[in-house]
Every structure is written in C-alpha cells, then in structure tokens.
C-alpha cells in the first residue's frame, strides 16, 4: 500500500499502528486523522518521522473532512473512537456520535471514493462476558455497556456496507491492550502511574474479573496482517492468549514497581461489570499471525516506559484529567 488513512492516529494504538506502519513500510505514506479529543495526543506521535505522515486535525463524523483524508488512499485503518467504559457509563452521546455515526460516515466516503480496504478496529467487548471458554467470530453481539454498544452498532454499520454496497469491509475483535502511551484512565497506566507517585490503585470490586491482555504491538501486527490479507466481510478476533484477573495485575506490578501491597484500594465495583472476557483466535491465526510479547516482557516494557517518561504522563494527569479522576473516584475510595 502506497498511502493509508490511520484514523484514531494520536490515540493509543492508533499512534502504534502509525510508528508501526513507517517502520514496516518503507515507501508506505501514513495520513493521520484525529479529532485530538482528550485522549488524543500529538506527543504520542513523537517518534514518527514527520516527512512520512500527514497529520489532519478533524472529526471522523465530518464528510468532508474524512473525503479529504482518504483521497488517494489504498486502505484505511479506522481507529478513532470514544473507548472508556467507565465514561460511557455516565453519558453516551459522544460514543454513539463516534462509534456510531463515525463509522457510517467512514463508509459512505469509502463507498464513494472506492476506497479498497476498510478495516474498522473493533473489541472484544461486544460479546459481552463468558464465564468459561471462549467466543469464536459467529457468536452472537451482546454487549453490556454503552461503549461496547456503540462498537457493536458500528460493527453491523460494516457488514452493512459489505452487504449492501459490496464495501470491502474488514472488522477485528481486539482483547485488553497495554503498552507505552495508554492515556492514564485505563486500568494498567492508571496503577503504575499512581504508585508512582505513592497514590493507591482503585481495584474494583473483588479483583476476581478477568482480562486477556495482548501487548499494543502486537495488536498492531495483526490488524497490519488483516488489513493486507484479510477476506473483506469476514471479522478476526485478536487474543492475548493471557489471561489474567485484575488482582494478579495489580501485584504484578506492585513486583515490577518495588511498591506495596498496600497501595491496593478495593473500591466500590463497577455497573455492570462483565467478569470474564475471552475470544477465540484460530481464524487469525491460520493468517500466519502469531503475538510476539510475552507477559512478562511487555509489562517490563510498558512499566519502564512509564518510569521513563513522566514528561508525558504528568501533563495528562496535571491537566483536565484531574477532573475526571475525582468525579470518578471519589465517591469510589470511599466505598
Ligand atoms: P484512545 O482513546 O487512546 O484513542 C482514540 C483516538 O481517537 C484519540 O486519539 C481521539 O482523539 C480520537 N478520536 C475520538 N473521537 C474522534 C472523532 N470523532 N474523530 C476523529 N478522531 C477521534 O483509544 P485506544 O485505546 O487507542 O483505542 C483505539 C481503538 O481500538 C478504538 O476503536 C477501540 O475501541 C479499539 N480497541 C481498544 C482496545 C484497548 O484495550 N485499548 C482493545 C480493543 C479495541
Ligand atoms: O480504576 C480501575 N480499576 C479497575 O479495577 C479501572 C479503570 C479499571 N479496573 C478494572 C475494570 C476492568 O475489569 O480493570 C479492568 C480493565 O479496565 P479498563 O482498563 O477500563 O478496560 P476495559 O473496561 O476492560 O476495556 C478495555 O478493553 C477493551 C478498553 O478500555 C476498551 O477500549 C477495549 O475495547
């Protein structure tokens, strides 16, 4: 692919994919789009040498934006989305505005340009929870929280098109993600950076709910691998194959970070907060895909990164994050 539409481009994995493409590709342009909402973030594209992206500012939602963006592209890669659960449980509007009508709008402007591959990044959190075993592509959409409504109604915007309009639509199911540059509300950048600083780790409920966490490069080859070589109208799901419950990551990194025992808080759980997540990976994996990082590995990485950049870290939380973090957890350290 000469040229690709990275949408989500500053997020966290959208920034991977971008550092992944350069890397890989040497001939391969990148243009990022991204609406630079408040997990948006240009520093996130620090290590990408700025001779080979456009960087375009603008709304997944806005044609004419998104027309602009992918003129002359061979593919997109549609990161771009609302993606904390606990945020869509206070108020939706922005999630079905992303998730949702984001979506509809990628693919009209795809259908029309003719666009060839159309990858919509999608979770795992659409099948909802599973106490044993695992989901495989074909079970049915049940998602439990608005954020994974919101992925679930963009999804079936895709396969949509790919029925309608013969759009060459592609969908990856993605597990938990970590690595450096995750925006400090999600559960594993929130502990390290908080014990950095001596601060407790908020663990909800028993502890006992269960992730499959998948290093972000990772994610990134596989969602590489499906957009190149992936069956248009057919969904991968991506799996870690590591599953882990929140309480083993928290003292994980309590070892990795030489911190107490004692910085664990339990606090008051959740809503709705599915206990297991789980996919089935065979189908990805008959492409030839198989992860690279090993847990041990990854969280090492990710918790020096961390340890290493703070500069990043603590303008994010100094900034408007502060707000967020007591409305959410206040009401919580106290349960
Ligand atoms: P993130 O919140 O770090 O990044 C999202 C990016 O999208 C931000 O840069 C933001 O500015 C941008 N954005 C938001 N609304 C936009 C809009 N209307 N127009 C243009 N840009 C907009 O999220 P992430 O963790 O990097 O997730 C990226 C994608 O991967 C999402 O689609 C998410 O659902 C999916 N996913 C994430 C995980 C995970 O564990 N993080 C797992 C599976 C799937
Ligand atoms: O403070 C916390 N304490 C806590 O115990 C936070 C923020 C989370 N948790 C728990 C909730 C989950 O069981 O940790 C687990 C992981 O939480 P998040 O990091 O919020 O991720 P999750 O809700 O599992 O969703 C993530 O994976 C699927 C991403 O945020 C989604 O974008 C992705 O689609």
């Not at 692919?1 to 481009?9: D, E, Y």
């Not at 709910?209 to 499906?226: E, M």
């Not at 309480?247 to 809503?271: C, F, G, K, Y």
């Amino acid at each position: 692919m000469k040229r690709i539409l990275v949408t989500g481009g500053a997020g966290f994995i959208g920034s991977a994919f971008v550092r992944w493409q350069l890397r890989r590709y040497p001939t391969t342009h990148v243009v990022a789009l991204d609406k630079l909402t408040y997990s948006g973030n240009r520093d996130n594209l620090k290590d990408a040498d700025p001779q080979r992206y456009t960087f375009i500012r603008g709304d997944v939602a806005d044609p004419e934006t998104v027309a602009r963006a992918l003129d002359g592209c061979d593919g997109v890669a549609h990161f771009a989305a609302e993606s904390h659960v606990d945020r869509s449980l206070v108020g939706a509007a922005d999630f079905i505005a992303t998730n949702v009508s984001g979506v509809n709008t990628l693919l009209e402007q795809a259908v029309a340009l003719g666009t060839k591959r159309v990858l919509l990044v999608s979770t795992d959190e659409v099948y909802g929870s599973i106490e044993t075993g695992a989901f495989s592509e074909d079970a049915p959409l049940k998602p439990r929280n608005p954020y994974a409504a919101s992925k679930a109604a963009g999804e079936l915007f895709g396969a949509a098109f790919h029925a309608s309009h013969n759009a060459p639509v592609l969908i990856t199911r993605g597990s938990n993600t970590y690595g450096p540059f995750q925006y400090p509300e999600k559960v594993l950048p929130l502990f390290i950076t908080n014990a950095l600083d001596g601060l407790p780790m908020p663990l909800y409920g028993d502890g006992g709910n269960v992730r499959d966490w998948l290093f972000v490069d990772d994610h990134c080859s596989a969602i590489d691998l499906v957009l190149r070589k992936g069956t248009p109208g057919e969904t991968y799901n991506i799996a870690g194959r590591n599953e882990k419950q929140n309480i083993e990551v928290a003292r994980t990194l309590l070892q990795l970070l030489q911190a107490p025992e004692s910085l664990i808080r339990h606090v008051r759980d959740r809503i709705g907060h599915d206990r297991r997540y789980a996919i089935n990976d065979e189908k990805l994996r008959a492409l030839g895909w198989r992860p690279k990082t090993r847990w041990e590995e990854g969280m090492a990485e990710t918790v020096r990164w961390y340890q290493e950049n703070e500069w990043w870290w603590r303008k994010i939380k100094s900034g408007a994050f502060k707000e967020y973090y007591a409305r959410q957890y206040d009401h919580l350290l106290d349960g």
